[in-house]
């Protein structure tokens, strides 16, 4: 799913205008509900999202805890992985997991009132699949018959997924290119929630002021400032709101939330700020949470980046990953909030692994990694300096700080942090393939399954904006074995072959593996009901005070 986006320090000015608590009210403009009366509403923090909050374009996770309050999906997981159905009343695969039948629940609808049918998702997915429409997360849908052929850069951007058939209003087949045992739990992802038909006449106009299905209505965007939801009537799914609403607060500077938390102007903290992780457990001022969550952290090295191409590239992939001196980093600069990567997954995913083979490639050996640089030498010789890049509203700085350390002194090379002033902007120039440096890149999948991990951060098909293949990275082998699990009948066989995917890409480090992030948040002393989601993010429906 998400390039993971957190907030660090900014202008103290800014941070002032939106440290001031809001007043709440008034109905939604598509959402049907009312803020001023009843429970209250929450106040949450957030960051400016990426792009308009448009489903199948969201790959930040500041725009997906929006976007998913806005809408409903056929399922949802909840706090434990488990699938839920949501708009789904079933799923049901055919024998070798190659063609599923899904049933719709009766009287499914839009916030305004249009009724979602077989055909809505339908063209819903068509839409975020199709390369004429530039969605973000158009690979995800690649297992689904057509989607080749909407690849083609003069495609007719109406043009629908072959696979998709709606029998009734209420029945939708579909049909894969290849066996996807997967498939139940890949529709939870942010990019198959359905769209109304408003959106296609301006995407990017509806990506302003959504028009959604979920718990919330959509009642404004105040850009930089702030977001805000109300309950939405129309819903009837598994997560109904419990309290007033949702507003949030879009930070660019964390210290400034957590202030704000204390000061009783913020109701949830979802990130705590470096400068409170060692304390804030015992502040008597909030409730303090700390727990395990799936958050895969990293940091990318463009294919096609100067120095780490071929054999000299890999050579040189493996050094800097040697060079790392992660436990240090996570004891001294983290304050143990989080796990030394093992995979390229998370501890609360089935499948996760702590015994691969080449995993010490991942263990701090200043001796080998200089080994290993000195014959990258011998084939080119190193010039220039080590870039890493992060953005500055993202709360990273002191690790990523720490990482340029500590690879420059294992390696004796200048090694440098490398700014960008929002996540907005680093996004930007990820994906305009702009950047000519390694950047970090977190990665929470949107549904609990190693798939959701390695499919879309590493697949050919994710990769040249298509998805979260960010570096480019292209191996038939690896793609190869990814078939092979999509095949398997049963998850252990599945799991088997992903491990040996893992394995190849502890060989090719398309992303240096860093750590699994723990989820560090805070709550006010009147905050009832806190709980996470699988993904690590509150669960606001849930939140009353």
């Known amino acids: 799913m998400t390039i993971t986006s957190r907030k660090s320090k900014e202008a103290a000015a800014l ?45 930040d996770l500041a725009g997906w805890k929006v976007v998913t309050q806005l ?44 009724a979602i049918t077989a055909k809505t998702y339908a063209k819903s997915w068509s839409f975020a699949a199709n390369a004429a429409n530039g969605q973000m997360g158009a690979s995800i849908f690649s297992t689904i018959k057509g989607y080749d052929a909407l690849q083609d850069k003069n495609v007719d951007k109406n043009a629908q997924l072959s696979g998709l058939d709606p029998l009734d209003d ?33 995407i990017k106009t509806f990506g302003q002021k959504p028009i959604g299905n979920g718990p919330y209505g959509f009642k404004s965007w105040t850009h930089d400032r702030q977001i805000e ?17 949702v507003t949030f607060r879009l930070y660019t500077d964390l210290d400034s939330a957590y202030a704000d938390l204390q000061g009783g102007n913020l109701d949830v903290l979802d990130t705590i700020p470096n400068s409170a992780l060692s304390t804030y457990a015992k502040d008597d001022s909030v409730q303090a949470f700390n727990k395990p969550g799936p958050g895969f952290k990293s940091f990318t090295i463009p294919q096609n980046l100067k120095h780490f191409t071929g054999e ?58 200089k080994e290993l640089w000195k014959q990258a030498d011998a084939i080119a010789p190193w010039d220039g300096t080590f870039r ?27 090694s440098q942090p490398y700014a960008f002033p ?5 996004t930007g120039a990820i994906q305009n393939r702009t950047i000519g440096a390694a950047f970090l890149q977190g990665l929470q999948s949107d549904y609990p399954h190693p ?36 095949r398997q009948t049963t998850l252990d066989g599945a799991i088997d072959y992903y491990h040996q995917a893992e394995e190849l890409l502890l060989k090719d480090l398309p992303v240096i593996p860093l750590w699994y992030a723990n989820v560090n948040a805070a709550a006010g002393k009147n905050i009832k009901n806190m709980s996470f989601s699988y993904m690590g993010v509150p669960e606001y429906q849930k939140l009353r005070k």
């Open 15 to 59: 941070a002032a205008v939106i440290g001031i608590a809001l007043a709440l009210g008034g109905c939604g403009a598509s959402g049907g509900g009312n803020a001023s009366s009843g429970p209250a509403a929450i106040i949450v923090n957030d960051s400016e999202p990426a792009a308009g909050l448009v489903p199948s374009d969201t790959n």
């Open 388 to 414: 890493l890049a992060y953005s500055a509203d993202s709360g990273t700085k002191p690790w990523v700080e720490a990482i340029a350390n500590s690879i420059g002194n294992a390696l004796g090379i200048m």
């Open 229 to 245: 939801l109300v309950p939405n009537k129309t819903y009837t799914g598994p997560r109904k709101a419990q309290n007033g609403g």
């Open 170 to 202: 209420s029945t939708l087949k579909v049909t894969l290119a290849a066996p996807d045992s997967s498939f139940a739990y890949k529709v939870g992802d942010v990019a198959f929630l359905p769209l109304p038909s408003a959106a296609y006449s301006d």
């Open 312 to 369: 000299e590239g890999r050579l040189r992939r493996a050094a800097i990953a040697l060079a790392v001196d992660r436990a240090t980093i996570i004891t001294k600069v983290l304050h143990n909030t989080a796990t030394q990567a093992t995979d390229f997954t998370a501890p609360t995913i089935v499948g996760h692994s702590t015994g691969l083979a080449g995993t010490d490639v991942l263990d701090y050996n200043a001796a080998k990694a």
């Open 422 to 426: 929002t996540q907005k902007e680093l």
């Open 451 to 486: 798939e959701g991990y390695l499919v879309q951060a590493y697949s050919y098909a994710a990769a040249d904006g298509k998805g979260l293949n960010n570096g480019d990275y292209k191996s038939a082998a690896f793609d190869s074995l990814l078939a092979q699990a999509a």
């Open 71 to 114: 809408f409903e999906g056929l399922v949802t997981f909840s706090n434990s992985g488990k699938l839920i159905y949501a708009d789904a009343q079933s799923i049901t695969p055919n024998a070798d997991a190659s063609q599923y039948t899904i049933k719709l629940r009766p009287g499914l609808k839009f916030s305004n009132g249009e």
